[in-house]
């Protein structure tokens, strides 16, 4: 990636993002969206050093870190969220073809409580202390006992090879009860109750799955390195390089399709906004909605035709600028117009056969986008609009 095209560093503070200067400000949220990109590239490349580590773990040591993986994905791109889920669930497949259970799911109400849990007294423990509490729910069910949580529960031969796997006693295979026995050989082997050739066939896919999750992931971290042009976009956009239309496909193609979430809307907005502050989109506005802005001045030889944008006043195509401000649509700048300086939108309209604007400027929800009611703004404020060259009668 090339550097970008804005200066970057610790030269930008906190403060600018209010400085009374529009261009600290739109390098305030330039250099935001920088450390946005820059904090999620970090964590990709650093979840994909963990990947191998991760899963390799999770198939070895089987259940008991399924759930960790699941919500991992809720950090992966859309785009990619249907094929990872598929491969997450035939890993929980072949953990369980192996044997393997959720840690907690295995213990009995003596193990409970020598770790210090609670919830598996009473009852259970009455029935039998040292049976694990899945059996003892299948025991009790069976017994007609009502009102029993949900909950699962496994046969004896299932919960053995579980706890087996786990390093746990063995059970006693008629009573359900924990032995004092540890079948070391099952602990150090997670594919001991496979046959030899399942256990070929498994180790095989395994690998498989692992080659395909590492692929999956460095696509998704090209994926983000290549949205990094989006950073230079933004400083295009804000200086009038890019139409909103164009910065939106722009995003649209390099950060939702792609699943990057690299949140920008906000930045986005606000240098829209400050494009328009600092005249960056002057060329496609009329003298009447430049001199909406506070402060803002323009060239006497346009004042000639108030509503005629400056651009075509030069002689570009009306087609053309119809064309810029159709993209744009509206615009938000520091306006004084209720009688004190507050942002305010504005609807950009479509130039009429006179080259005009058709009507003054319609005022607009800077968040919605919907026309407001000049009449009952008017009656609220107790004052007329003071529109800029304001057409006469409207």
């Known amino acids: 990636m090339k550097d970008p095209i804005f200066p970057i560093g610790p030269e930008i503070t906190e ?71 598929s491969l997450l669930d035939e890993i929980e497949g072949i953990t369980d073809e192996k044997g393997f259970l959720f840690d907690g799911a295995m213990s009995t109400p003596r193990e409970h409580q020598q770790v210090g849990s609670s919830g598996y007294g009473g009852i259970y423990w009455e029935t039998d202390p040292d049976v694990p509490v899945p059996i003892l729910r299948v025991k009790l069910r069976e017994k ?70 590492k692929t999956i992931w460095i696509a998704i971290v090209d994926d983000c390195e290549r949205a990094a042009v989006i950073l230079n976009d933004l400083a295009l956009y ?49 003298p009447q909605e430049i001199l909406l802005r506070t402060g803002a001045t323009v060239n006497n030889k346009y004042m000639e035709r108030p509503y005629t944008p400056l651009a075509v006043q030069d002689g570009v195509p009306v087609e053309e600028i119809n064309k810029l401000r159709q993209a744009e649509g509206s615009m938000v700048v520091n306006s004084e117009i209720l009688g004190y300086e507050m942002p305010c939108g504005f609807k950009l309209e479509s130039l009429d056969d006179e080259r005009n604007t058709p009507k003054d400027p319609t005022l607009i929800d800077r968040f919605s986008g919907a026309g407001l009611d000049i009449r009952k703004l008017e009656s609220e404020l107790g004052r007329k609009i003071n529109m800029p060259l304001a057409r006469s009668g409207e």
């Open 144 to 213: 007609g006992i009502e009102n029993m949580e949900d909950g699962q529960t496994y046969t004896i031969e299932r919960m053995d090879r579980a706890r087996r796997l786990a390093g746990l006693t063995a059970l006693d295979l008629e009573t359900g009860r924990a032995t004092g026995n540890v079948d070391t050989e099952a602990t150090k082997d997670p594919y001991h109750f496979l046959t030899a050739q399942r256990r070929e066939e498994v180790r095989a896919r395994e690998d498989e799955i692992l080659n395909e999750l």
């Open 15 to 85: 403060d600018d993002e209010y400085d009374e200067n529009p261009e600290r400000r739109k390098l305030f949220w330039l250099d935001n969206a920088r450390k946005k990109y820059d904090a999620v590239l970090t964590d990709l490349h650093r979840k994909l050093d963990e990947l191998p580590v991760r899963y390799q773990e999770l198939l070895q040591k089987g259940q008991s870190n399924i759930e960790l993986a699941h919500r991992f994905l809720d950090r992966v791109p859309r785009a990619y969220v249907g094929r990872m889920q």
């Open 238 to 286: 804000t200086d009038g390089g890019l139409t909103s239309a164009e910065l939106e496909k722009r995003y649209q193609e390099l950060i939702l399709d792609k699943g990057v979430s690299i949140g920008l809307d906000k930045n986005i907005k606000v240098l829209k906004q400050l494009s328009f502050e600092t005249g960056k989109r002057d060329r496609i506005l009329t």
